[in-house]
C-alpha cells in the first residue's frame, strides 16, 4: 500500500470514526434484515465529513483504497469506498472491471451492489470501442453463479439513455428471464424500464413479443413508463 493510499484509507476513517452513532447503527443494521454491521451513519453527514476521497487518485489507487475501506468494520466504509470509485470512475479502464466484479461478490445486497454497476458501466461506456472485451465481460457477468454479478450484468447500462446497447439489453433480460430470485426480476424490469423512457417504442415491442416469458413483477417494472397497452 503507496503512502498516498494508506492516507486516504486514515482520512476516512478519522472522518467516520467519531460520527458512530450504536442508536442509529442498531436501526440500520434492522432495515438491512440484521445482516450487516453498521457504524450508524447517515449518508448526508458521512459524505460531508469525508469530502472527495476518491477525486485525487489514479484508478489503481482508487480501486485500492475502496478494497482496504471494504473490509473494514462497518457497512459505511463500503458505501465510501463506492463512492471513492464513483469519483475515480472516469480513471478506470478494463483491468478494474475483475477487481470489481469481486468487491461485489463480499458481504453482497443490492445497497452495495447497485453503486459498482454503476461504476462498472462507467466503465464499459468509455472503454468499449478502445478496448476489447469489456461489453463480453458483462455477457460472462450475466451467466456468473453470483446472483449479484449478474444483476450487474442486467442494470450496468442503467443511465445510458440512447447510447445503451439495444441488443445486449434485451439479449441480458432474455437470458435472465426464468430465473426465481426477487432481485434479477426487478433488475431486468429497472433496466427495461430505464431505457424504456428513451425509446417506448423498442421496449413495448420487446415486451409484445417476449413478455410472457417475464414474471408480472419484471412486466410491471419495465411497463412504469410506457404508454398504456390498447386491444
Known amino acids: 500500500m503507496t503512502a498516498k ?14 460520527l458512530a452513532d450504536d442508536g442509529l447503527a442498531s436501526e440500520m443494521s434492522a432495515y438491512q434484515r440484521g445482516q450487516f454491521a453498521f457504524l450508524g451513519i447517515p449518508a448526508v453527514p458521512r459524505r460531508a465529513a469525508v469530502g472527495k476521497p476518491g477525486s485525487g487518485l489514479n484508478g489503481e489507487e482508487a480501486l485500492q483504497v475502496a478494497a482496504r475501506l471494504w473490509d473494514l468494520p462497518g457497512r459505511e466504509y463500503k458505501y465510501t469506498a463506492a463512492d471513492v470509485l464513483l469519483q ?21 445486497w443490492w ?25 463480453e465481460a458483462m455477457d460472462a457477468a450475466s451467466a456468473h453463479p ?17 447510447d445503451t446497447d439495444e441488443a445486449r439489453l434485451f439479449r441480458h433480460a432474455l437470458a435472465l428471464a426464468g430465473e426465481p430470485d426477487f432481485f434479477i426480476r426487478k433488475a431486468i424490469g429497472w433496466a427495461l424500464r430505464d431505457y424504456g423512457r428513451w425509446n417506448p417504442p423498442a421496449v413495448t415491442a420487446f415486451l409484445a413479443t417476449h413478455g410472457a416469458r417475464f414474471s408480472p413483477l419484471t412486466v410491471r417494472e419495465a411497463r412504469k413508463h410506457l404508454p398504456p397497452v390498447t386491444s
Open 5 to 18: 493510499v494508506w492516507a486516504t484509507v486514515r482520512d476516512v476513517i478519522d472522518g467516520l470514526a467519531p
Open 111 to 135: 445497497d452495495t451492489v447497485d453503486p459498482l454497476a454503476t461504476v462498472i458501466g462507467t466503465v464499459v461506456r468509455r472503454r468499449r470501442g478502445v478496448e476489447s472485451g469489456v461489453c
Open 88 to 108: 475515480a470512475a472516469g480513471r478506470l479502464d478494463g483491468t478494474a472491471l475483475d477487481p470489481l466484479l469481486d468487491l461485489a461478490q463480499r458481504e453482497p
Open 146 to 162: 453470483s446472483l449479484w454479478v449478474r444483476r450487474i450484468a442486467m442494470i450496468h447500462q442503467r443511465g445510458w439513455r440512447l
